[in-house]
């Protein structure tokens, strides 16, 4: 079965700190796709990063990075230098052939930051 | 323009009333989907359509609901006989193909509220 895991319902965080969410997936599909994406109270979903399951090297985007530790089935979202504006929810998702068609996401962790 | 459009922003119906939700993808992409966000959970699969393929309905949660894309574009999601269960955020999202490996992008939603 897939499954997306966001333990952190919530997590707190001061300007400028670094944060680290956590995102753990469950595929016996050896070929997958993992996806960060932010939900500001606007509603919009807005893709933020993205990390193949072939990929080598752990994916980078601006302040955005994904570690991704494929043994472990993690794949956790680290934001450095937090800003007012990343509050927000964050979902973690994953694609496979075997999901078909469908995202897969997390229940979500809502970011706060604070000044 | 320039990201997937959806309309109505905000939808308020007396329960029993069927109401259309539309959603206008990107120009030139091909997979569209919609999913449903009930408060403060996880986004919930609906249906996938894929250029002129038959769609992937696996996700409509009853045969109330029901999609069309016409001419491989603008999409119409149908709930019938409204119950106040269907209130939540229905998301439209589209990506350039199929495929896990293809980013999906989202619109900002359409806020159902069955009263």
């Known amino acids: 079965a897939q499954k997306i895991t966001q333990t952190q319902p919530g997590m707190f965080v001061q300007e400028k700190e670094a944060v680290t969410l956590d995102c753990t997936y469950d595929?016996?599909?050896?070929?997958?796709?993992l996806f960060w994406y932010k939900q500001p109270s606007s509603g919009e979903m807005i893709f933020l990063i993205y990390?193949?399951?072939?990929?080598?090297q752990n994916a980078t985007e601006g302040r955005y990075s994904l570690n991704f530790q494929k043994a472990r089935k993690s794949a956790n979202l680290v934001i450095s230098a937090s800003q007012l504006g990343d509050s927000a929810m964050y979902f973690c998702?994953?694609?496979?052939?075997?999901?078909?068609?469908?995202?897969?996401f997390g229940k979500g962790t809502t970011l706060s930051v604070s000044s | 323009g320039a990201g997937v459009s959806q309309s109505p922003s905000n939808k308020v119906t007396e329960k029993g009333k069927d109401v259309e939700l539309r959603c206008d993808p990107i120009?030139?992409?091909?997979?569209l989907y919609w999913y449903r966000q009930s408060l403060g959970q996880g986004l919930e699969f609906l249906i996938y359509?894929?250029?002129?393929?038959?769609?992937?309905k696996s996700g409509l949660p009853s045969d109330r609901f029901s999609a069309e894309r016409t001419g491989g574009s603008v999409s119409t999601l149908t709930i019938q006989r409204t119950q106040q269960e269907d209130s939540a955020v229905y998301l439209c999202?589209?990506?350039?193909?199929?495929?896990?490996?293809?980013?999906?992008?989202f619109g900002e939603g359409s806020w159902l509220t069955v009263v």
């Open positions: 595929t016996s599909d050896p070929s997958y796709g």
């Open positions: 998702a994953m694609a496979s052939y075997q999901a078909g068609t469908a995202l897969i």
């Open positions: 990390q193949g399951s072939y990929d080598q």
């Open positions: 359509f894929q250029g002129n393929s038959a769609p992937d």
């Open positions: 120009s030139g992409h091909t997979a």
């Open positions: 999202a589209s990506s350039l193909a199929g495929g896990f490996g293809n980013t999906i992008y």
